[in-house]
């Protein structure tokens, strides 16, 4: 059972670093600026995650519902 859970923990780390991985992607992408290699994308992007994380577990929030206040900060920002 315990290998079942460790192999659930890191396929759902994967998806959030693949997910971490676009972001930053997009956001070079949009502001012009050249990506980075491959394994300095991925570091930064397993850096992203973890102060995500750090913020989830210093506030009581979990990832998604930081996700969703970031995403609505940033489109009530765009419409104003």
Not at 31 to 36: A, F, K, R, S, V
Not at 58 to 70: H, R, V
């Amino acid at each position: 059972m315990k290998i079942l859970a460790n192999s659930f923990l890191n396929h759902l780390r994967q998806s959030e670093l693949r997910l971490t991985k676009s972001i930053l992607r997009w956001k070079l992408q949009k502001e012009g600026q050249p990506l980075p290699k491959n394994d300095e994308l991925d570091a930064a992007a397993s850096r992203l995650l973890d102060e995500a994380r750090d913020i989830a577990r210093k506030t009581g929030k979990n990832l998604f519902d930081i996700l969703k206040e970031q995403a609505r900060d940033f489109f009530n920002s765009k419409t104003s």
